[in-house]
């Protein structure tokens, strides 16, 4: 399974955020099928906090189209919020983008339509300093 580009960036920036990687991947069993998340543009780091269990899918948003990432985006969150939903009620679901996607692309109104019910957690990273610099709920 490849990487995501920033799949060590988001690792880092966790750590330095005081979260202790607990699963890399992420393995969620559902039936009779099992999901990989692959951070290439599916696989989950997990970690906790004090406590706190959350999943996050990372996301470099580096296609052709910034929208077509985009929907295989909001795909891949719903499908992972389901299976938690069900699997582990306890964790959090977030999706990692850069600083640099979020100031470009996530104040536009595809993206807001979507964002503004609330539903999708964003973890915007600076993937050169390796830091969170936003958790939006």
Avoid: C
Avoid at 19 to 48: C, H, M, N, Y
Avoid at 87 to 96: F, G, H, Q, S, V
Avoid at 106 to 133: M, P, R
Wanted: proline content about 1%; overall charge negative.
């Amino acid at each position: 399974m490849a990487k995501d580009i920033y799949h060590y960036n988001v690792r880092t920036a966790l750590e330095k955020d005081g979260w202790t990687i607990t699963d890399d991947p992420l393995t969620l069993q559902f039936g009779s099928r099992g999901v990989f998340v692959d951070l290439g543009a599916k696989k989950l780091l997990a970690a906790e906090r004090e406590g706190q269990k959350i999943a996050v899918e990372i996301k470099s948003f580096v296609g052709k189209s910034l929208v077509k990432d985009w929907e295989n985006a909001i795909g891949q969150y719903t499908l992972y919020l389901k299976i938690l939903s069900k699997k582990e009620p306890d964790r959090t679901l977030y999706l990692a983008i850069t600083e640099e996607i979020y100031t470009s692309f996530f104040n536009e109104d595809i993206v807001q339509v979507v964002l503004a019910d609330g539903v999708i957690k964003i973890l915007v990273v600076d993937t050169i300093q390796e830091v969170i610099t936003r958790w939006i709920n």
